[in-house]
């Protein structure tokens, strides 16, 4: 699923902090410790919602589907915090809303494409980084249109 | 006492000073604040019988209650949102000494912002809390990627609408540069006699790259502000002039939240403002030409433009050449923050841009509108507002 490469030696040890883990979001982030990116799919009427919750929106259901995610999407909008630096990044990250093909949004970082050539609508493709405590979350690199 | 429908005004208003290390407790700011507002009424603090607040502040209503001698509280609440309920506070006092149930609604907020925690700052501990009941349900899917204040968020909540309708970040400098000049006549603020020019907010640092220099944010500030509501009747025999509280209203639709903002259909306007907006308009029979000043919340500029379309005073991406072309000065269509607001006067958590508001009315601000009378203004918080009225 991914060919970044990987961590280096010891003395470059993930700095990025690790993922807040809440119950009804867990299935998540397990999902992407395994290089899986997962959503929450209600099991009777089908629809999609992020972030995860409990009870589907639209029909009331508590049948939660956790499904593998297409990984494609595009960014609808992205910053670049410079000051304050944020805590665990070597340099600035691309903070960006990625809308995904099965129409939901997440909040992640696009990689490997410079500031400079950010522009809105990238088309992406989820990857995964390490972080901190042997954890991984999903986050989007440039792919083709 | 009899339940029937009471109109609701306010008859105090009250403030420390503000500055970036107060020296004092947060209680004690909350505390002068309230005394403050009570004595420019003209009641006693042992009268109140409602307090309240938003999330995030630090006092505790009993504490509070303490100070000032409350004999007999008959209402408290804490309203979730942080800033984005400063408004509210409005609209739950209204509704309180509407439905006659409080005579001596307290609405205050004081903090030490600067000197004992910074908003702007990296968050303190690697997990931080994220407690329910700030209305920034998803805030924690925000922090792993290196979004951790609020600029990034409100960056990342802008962009989108900056974007879509082809706002530059020097677009958003007019905003600053007024509000500065503002600032600069208001002896109250912390930028007193400090303007800026459009050079000097295209020289300031990136905070969020390439929306938001250090000059499109709020400050981060000590101080408190305190509100005292009543019924119009009572604030009729009171020491202020009393100023009504003609409507005022909360809106949150759905998939919306407080600045981590991303999961509602359109990006590029602001539907908690648009529900705002609807609603109070519908029930005071108003409309955005009517209003003589608006005291809208600026954590960061393009909440501004935001805001100003959501209310109609402009149409969907016309904010830019709205302030561009003067509408918030004094004597332009509509006089914005005509204190500093939160980029120059201070950082109350908007609750200082809406004693403004009150002022403008009672004709007392250092910024007073002279174009025209002021019969109406307008306070937005983005998921709440008002709409006061000279009575």
């Keep these: 699923m991914t060919d970044q490469p990987q961590a280096a030696p010891a003395a470059d040890k993930p700095t990025r902090i690790p993922p807040i883990v809440t119950l009804d979001a867990k299935f998540f982030w397990d999902g992407a410790d395994q290089e899986q990116l997962l959503g929450e799919k209600c099991g009777d009427c089908g629809l999609f919602v992020f972030p995860p919750r409990p009870m589907c929106p639209q029909c009331f259901s508590l049948k939660r589907q956790h499904v593998p995610l297409s990984g494609r999407g595009v960014v609808r909008g992205w910053t670049i915090p410079r000051h304050p630096p944020p805590f665990g990044f070597k340099e600035a990250p691309i903070v960006a809303i990625v809308e995904l093909e099965e129409g939901i949004r997440m909040v992640s970082n696009v990689v490997g494409i410079a500031p400079d050539a950010m522009e809105q609508d990238l088309p992406v493709e989820v990857t995964f980084e390490p972080t901190m405590k042997d954890h991984k979350v999903p986050v989007f690199r440039p792919r083709s249109k | ?391």
């Design chain 2, 1 to 391: 006492m009899a339940r029937k429908f009471t109109d609701a005004a306010i008859a105090g208003i009250g403030q420390t000073e503000f500055s970036k290390a107060s020296g004092r407790s947060e209680l004690q700011l909350a505390a002068e604040c309230a005394k403050a507002a009570c004595d420019d009424a003209g009641i006693s603090p042992h009268d109140i019988d409602g307090m309240i607040t938003f999330t995030i502040d630090n006092s505790d209503e009993v504490n509070l209650a303490r100070c000032l001698g409350v004999k007999d509280l008959a209402y408290t609440t804490r309203i979730p949102g942080g800033g984005a309920a400063a408004a509210a506070t409005i609209y739950q006092a209204m509704g309180m000494v509407n439905a006659g149930l409080c005579n001596n609604v307290l609405i205050w907020r004081a903090m030490n912002e600067r000197s004992q925690y910074r908003f702007g700052q990296n968050p303190q501990q690697q997990q931080m809390q994220y407690q329910s009941g700030n209305g920034t349900g998803s805030l924690l899917w925000c922090v792993p990627y290196g979004a951790m204040t609020p600029a990034s968020w409100g960056a990342l909540q802008a962009a989108r609408y900056m974007h879509q309708y082809g706002v530059t970040n020097r677009d958003l400098g007019y905003i600053s540069v007024q509000q500065r000049a503002y600032a600069a006549n208001n002896p109250n603020a912390w930028f007193y006699q400090k303007p800026i020019t459009l050079e000097d907010h295209q020289n300031s640092k990136w905070i969020q790259e390439p929306w938001l220099r250090l000059l499109d944010c709020c400050q981060e500030s000590d101080g408190g502000v305190a509100v005292l509501v009543t019924s119009l009747e009572r604030a009729r025999d009171l020491k202020q002039p009393p100023v009504k509280i003609v409507g005022a209203t909360q809106s949150i639709p759905y998939n919306v939240e407080v600045i981590s903002n991303y999961y509602h259909e359109d990006l590029t306007e602001m539907p908690e403002a648009k529900g705002v907006a609807k609603r109070l308009w519908a029930m005071t029979g108003l409309k955005p030409s009517d209003m003589q000043m608006a005291a809208l919340y600026d954590a960061f500029t393009p909440h501004v433009l935001l805001q100003l379309e959501a209310f109609g005073f402009c149409k969907p991406g016309e904010g830019k050449d709205f302030v561009k072309g003067g509408g918030m000065a004094l004597d332009g269509e509509l006089p914005v923050n005509t204190n500093g607001g939160l980029t120059g006067e201070a950082y109350i958590h908007g609750m200082n841009s809406m004693i403004e508001g009150v002022r403008q009315i009672r004709g007392t601000s250092y910024n007073q509108i002279k174009k025209k009378a002021v019969e109406h203004v307008l306070i937005s918080s983005g998921m709440a507002g008002a709409v006061l009225e000279k009575a």
